[in-house]
């Protein structure tokens, strides 16, 4: 049902669970556990999913709180669940034991993040775009507005596609290598002629460093090849299916 991180395990104070799509009441393509809010499937089976996840974290579900994500370098500061709409940000800190935050993700990269001497958490969705332009050193300024320090800070990436499954055009290579010439190292070439496959987990890992990240660890997890465990957008995609199922990462402070 989830994966952990030895490295957050070992934090003293904080639950954290890179959940699967295993364990959960959704069925067909959402099968099983989809906590994706945006997702078409059955309502009271994203509710039934997300409690479930909650009560892993030892949280209340009302407090398992998530985001409108929209592929920006947007963070938002969480003291508790949301009272209106959700904001559209990809990134949450909090200090506020008690409640989790939960990314939503089904090919981009969900980064969890946390600095437990200051009692700091975050989490953060990292798609090619966000990282791009800026989410991960964002949201490390954000936690240390908090009380945290950055070369204290641990940072996960939980599933993500790899470089193996992520094709990309060249519209898009021009675009990397127009904003920094040393970005070419995160291509190679695919079987299609001005195609390449891009390493975002890599790309992610740079942003980390130069974020001045503490300690950053790569689960090495791909989403698109294994679809027991996850689930993938590009899949769903390539087969043409009219939705997918959304993978929930989660921290809190207990």
Same mark, same amino acid.
């Given at each position: 049902? +989830?994966?952990?991180?030895?490295?957050?395990?070992?934090?003293?104070? @904080?639950?954290?669970? !890179?959940?699967?799509?295993?364990?959960?009441?959704?069925?067909?393509?959402?099968?099983?556990?989809?906590?994706?809010?945006?997702?078409?499937?059955?309502?009271?089976?994203?509710?039934?999913?997300?409690?479930?996840?909650?009560?892993?974290?030892?949280?209340?579900?009302?407090?398992?709180?998530?985001?409108?994500?929209?592929?920006?370098?947007?963070?938002?500061?969480?003291?508790?669940?949301?009272?209106?709409?959700?904001?559209?940000?990809?990134?949450?800190?909090?200090?506020?034991?008690?409640?989790?935050?939960?990314?939503?993700?089904?090919? #981009?990269?969900?980064?969890?993040?946390?600095?437990?001497?200051? /009692?700091? @958490?975050?989490?953060?969705?990292?798609?090619?775009?966000g990282a791009f332009t800026g989410i991960v050193g964002a949201t490390v300024t954000a936690?240390? &507005?908090?009380?945290? /320090?950055?070369?204290? @800070?641990?940072?996960?990436?939980?599933?993500?596609?790899?470089? /193996?499954?992520?094709?990309?055009?060249?519209?898009?290579?021009?675009? +990397? &290598?127009?904003?920094? /010439?040393?970005?070419?190292?995160? !291509?190679?070439?695919?079987?299609?002629?001005?195609?390449?496959?891009?390493?975002?987990?890599?790309?992610?890992?740079?942003?980390?460093?130069?974020?001045?990240?503490?300690? +950053?660890?790569?689960?090495?997890? #791909?989403?698109?090849?294994?679809?027991?465990r996850f689930f993938s957008y590009r899949r769903a995609t390539h087969r043409s299916e009219?939705?997918?199922?959304?993978?929930?990462?989660?921290?809190?402070?207990?």
């Amino acid at each position: 049902m +989830f994966i952990t991180a030895r490295e957050l395990a070992g934090e003293p104070g @904080i639950r954290h669970a !890179f959940f699967t799509r295993e364990g959960g009441a959704s069925r067909g393509i959402y099968a099983s556990l989809n906590g994706g809010l945006g997702s078409s499937d059955d309502p009271a089976a994203i509710v039934e999913n997300r409690a479930r996840m909650a009560r892993h974290l030892e949280v209340e579900p009302a407090k398992l709180v998530s985001l409108y994500q929209v592929h920006s370098a947007d963070v938002e500061v969480v003291t508790g669940p949301w009272t209106g709409e959700r904001p559209k940000a990809d990134a949450m800190v909090t200090t506020a034991p008690h409640v989790a935050l939960g990314i939503s993700t089904a090919d #981009c990269g969900p980064i969890l993040f946390a600095d437990s001497e200051a /009692r700091v @958490i975050g989490g953060a969705h990292a798609g090619w775009k966000g990282a791009f332009t800026g989410i991960v050193g964002a949201t490390v300024t954000a936690m240390e &507005k908090l009380g945290a /320090r950055r070369e204290r @800070i641990t940072a996960v990436l939980g599933p993500t596609i790899s470089a /193996r499954a992520y094709e990309v055009g060249p519209e898009f290579i021009e675009r +990397f &290598k127009a904003e920094n /010439r040393t970005y070419s190292r995160f !291509f190679t070439p695919s079987e299609r002629a001005a195609h390449a496959m891009f390493d975002l987990p890599a790309f992610i890992g740079l942003k980390a460093q130069e974020a001045g990240i503490g300690r +950053f660890v790569d689960l090495g997890l #791909c989403t698109y090849g294994d679809e027991q465990r996850f689930f993938s957008y590009r899949r769903a995609t390539h087969r043409s299916e009219p939705d997918y199922g959304r993978l929930i990462s989660a921290i809190a402070l207990v």
